[in-house]
């Protein structure tokens, strides 16, 4: 099988696309049989990784999966001991592993909403189940004894969404690039009394970590949800928000010269638009920028077979190494867990029991979800194929390159080679 219809089949795409990007990035560049290596290189980090974790290159599909199940497992009790046993679904738990994780990731700075905007917004419109909740008559009363980040957090999980989008978010409109400001990177252990109203998106989010682009501010819910490899999950998330926020932080501060636009395209930022409109593929090569994972909703959604790359996939990468990292500043912490590095773009087909060829992917994000499932053959996938993508056009250029072409080219939505 030629090394196009390889890398289409992985992607579940049109060869005919592999073969254009191949043209025509072979002629912008120079390189020749970069698909060729690509499928080389998968298939060489494929038969080490697979020696690693104990199976045979001509394994099934099922032992491989959980070969690398048990892998997580294994790395996740790893990193549990190393730490010295932390108890997540407390406060001081999460704070434990948030400074560890803050301290392997590296990024600190960003360029974020003054607090003194965001105490205004509150003050204008009032979170009255927060306060019902916290038992305060006033938000100026409320900010006297709690965190103005904590606050915001919970908005989140204890308003309906209805009244964040369609009220409290509506203030965002009039932002200008004044009302932003350079500062540290907070990362949050919220208290312990946001479990019981936290419960209901824990579930749905399958995670007790999110994050505030706006405001620069990565929190933690101490709730343990009772699986297996979910310190390994949490320290993941926690690195991937650490290298999302830098990033579009860097692009607030790009659209901030343009104050008549500043406010549309905060929002737009925030709202996680994608172009929904097929390009062009003549002689340039056409690519969407997509910052969400499409497949999420829909795993036919069509803009996941065109070309495109993806940001979430550039955080991940960053994530693996963070992971390298932490062998350096955690006492005891195995080396083990580095088998996980540049993987996140590694997969391919492998028989079943029935003898169907069936797409394992080697990537730890999509791993570690799959545990979500308890065991059962859920496919994640489309970490993997995203990352891929993104080899893809790494292949040709390089990784600066990728952050930049995506960065770049955000809210636009595409771009041409």
């Not at 999110?210 to 310190?231: D, Q, R, W």
């Not at 501060?253 to 636009?261: F, H, S, Y």
Request: net charge negative; hydrophobic share 40%.
């Amino acid at each position: 099988m030629k090394a196009t219809e390889k890398i289409a089949k992985i992607l579940r795409t049109d060869k005919d696309f592999i073969s254009h990007i191949e043209e025509r990035f072979s002629a912008v560049t120079g390189k020749q049989k970069v698909m060729e290596a690509v499928v080389a290189e998968n298939e060489e980090r494929i038969r080490n990784s697979s020696l690693a974790i104990g199976v045979s290159r001509n394994a099934g599909a099922r032992d491989v999966y959980d070969a690398l199940i048990s892998k997580v497992e294994a790395d996740d009790h790893k990193i549990f001991e190393a730490l010295k046993r932390p108890q997540w679904y407390t406060q001081e738990g999460c704070k434990k592993v948030l400074e560890v994780a803050k301290e392997a990731a590296g990024t600190n700075h960003g360029f974020f909403l003054k607090k003194e905007k965001a105490i205004e917004f509150l003050k204008k419109e009032p979170p009255q189940n927060i306060l019902k909740q916290l038992g305060y008559a006033t938000v100026e009363e409320m900010l006297k004894k709690e965190d103005l980040f904590e606050v915001y957090s919970a908005l989140r999980f204890v308003e309906g969404s209805e009244w964040l989008n369609k009220v409290f978010f509506k203030q965002y409109e009039n932002l200008t690039p004044d009302d932003f400001e350079e500062r540290a990177i907070v990362v949050q252990a919220l208290s312990e009394k946001w479990k019981e109203t936290a419960e209901g998106f824990v579930v749905k989010k399958k995670h007790n970590i999110s994050h505030l682009k706006e405001l620069g501010v990565v929190f933690v819910i101490p709730v343990a949800l009772g699986m297996s490899g979910e310190l390994l999950r949490m320290l993941g998330l926690i690195f991937h928000y650490l290298h999302e926020i830098p990033f579009y932080s860097g692009i607030f501060k790009t659209i901030a010269r343009e104050e008549e636009t500043f406010a549309q395209n905060l929002i737009s930022l925030l709202r996680g638009d994608v172009l929904d409109e097929r390009l062009p593929q003549g002689k340039i090569s056409s690519w969407l920028v997509v910052q969400q994972y499409l497949a999420k909703e829909d795993d036919h959604e069509w803009r996941l077979f065109v070309p495109h790359i993806n940001p979430e996939a550039i955080h991940w990468f960053k994530t693996s190494q963070d992971f390298v990292r932490l062998s350096a500043i955690v006492d005891g912490f195995s080396e083990d867990v580095a088998f996980w590095h540049d993987l996140d773009w590694v997969g391919d087909y492998f028989r079943d029991e029935l003898g169907n060829d069936v797409l394992v992917s080697f990537n730890l994000v999509d791993t570690v979800m799959s545990l979500v499932k308890e065991k059962e053959m859920v496919k994640y996938l489309y970490h993997h194929q995203e990352a891929l993508w993104n080899k893809i056009f790494t292949a040709y250029f390089d990784f600066e390159t990728l952050e930049r072409y995506a960065s770049e080219n955000l809210l636009k939505g595409s771009f041409q080679i």
